[in-house]
């Protein structure tokens, strides 16, 4: 895909800035230190493992039933290859309340202005819920790679629904790979649909839609898990570490010269 990238703060950078929210851990994880979660580099990583494993783990091309994907998730092994490190703690992006409080239907269609649980512009910038981290799926695509939905806040098309000229509203993909934006598919949530459990929400990179569907359909799995990852042993002492000793050695060069 031509999808442009956006800057993102390095492990190394300005990870203790307010605006930080996408962290490269290396290894093939990034740490959003909002959400506090950790998210696989590799979208469609399913896939990737199915390839890499002859068949024998993952997914032929990532799509997978809500049941499937959540067991795939769960039963996720990943190897942290720059800590030394195996994750079994895996899971599927959560919805919660937009607002915060309890879930708001949409009585006839999906909502464009955001303040639904069902639609567009879930967390924009300059929307009622503006940032919200009701659904983790959204304020990915809203405010960590700063996407837009295909309608706007009024309900009026945006120029990432004209299909003919447009890969869709996934126009930036951050520092991630295989991140899916084919029309008619989406990532599954963890998360069901309360009032008919049959069915679950799901996010639509292509449209910036969040929506509910049948457990049977077949959607791609992102995994994530919560918190950051731990920092890798190291004989180099930390910088703190470095004052502390310089500290000691100083205090006691003036014991030795006062003896």
């Not at 303040?115 to 799926?137: H, K, M």
Request: with cysteine; glycine share 12%.
């Amino acid at each position: 895909m031509n999808h442009k990238s956006l800057v993102f703060i390095a492990a190394l950078g300005f990870a203790g800035a307010a605006d930080a929210t996408l962290i490269n851990r290396g290894g093939g994880l990034i740490y959003d230190d909002v959400l506090n979660i950790t998210w696989l580099q590799d979208a469609n990583y399913a896939k990737t493992q199915y390839d890499n494993s002859g068949g024998a783990l993952g997914d032929a091309d990532g799509l997978m039933n809500w049941d499937t994907a959540n067991t795939w998730a769960a039963n996720l092994s990943y190897y942290d290859s720059v800590r030394g490190v195996t994750y079994n703690d895996w899971r599927l992006p959560t919805v919660k309340p937009i607002n915060g409080v309890s879930f708001i239907p949409v009585v006839a269609g999906n909502a464009t202005d955001g303040t639904r649980d069902l639609g567009y512009n879930l967390s924009a910038p300059g929307t009622l819920y503006a940032g919200s981290t009701g659904s983790e799926l959204a304020y990915m695509h809203y405010q960590n790679l700063g996407n837009i939905g295909a309608y706007d806040t009024g309900g009026t098309a945006t120029e990432c629904l004209n299909i003919a000229s447009s890969l869709g509203c996934l126009d930036n993909t951050g520092p991630f790979v295989n991140l899916m934006d084919t029309p008619g598919t989406a990532y599954w949530s963890g998360t069901e649909f309360e009032p008919d459990t049959t069915q679950a929400f799901f996010f639509e990179t292509y449209y910036g839609e969040q929506g509910i569907n049948y457990k049977n359909a077949l959607y791609y799995a992102w995994a994530v898990r919560d918190g950051n990852v731990t920092t890798p042993s190291s004989s180099v002492p930390e910088p703190g570490s470095l004052v502390l000793v310089g500290l000691g050695l100083m205090g006691l060069g003036w014991v030795r010269r006062r003896a």
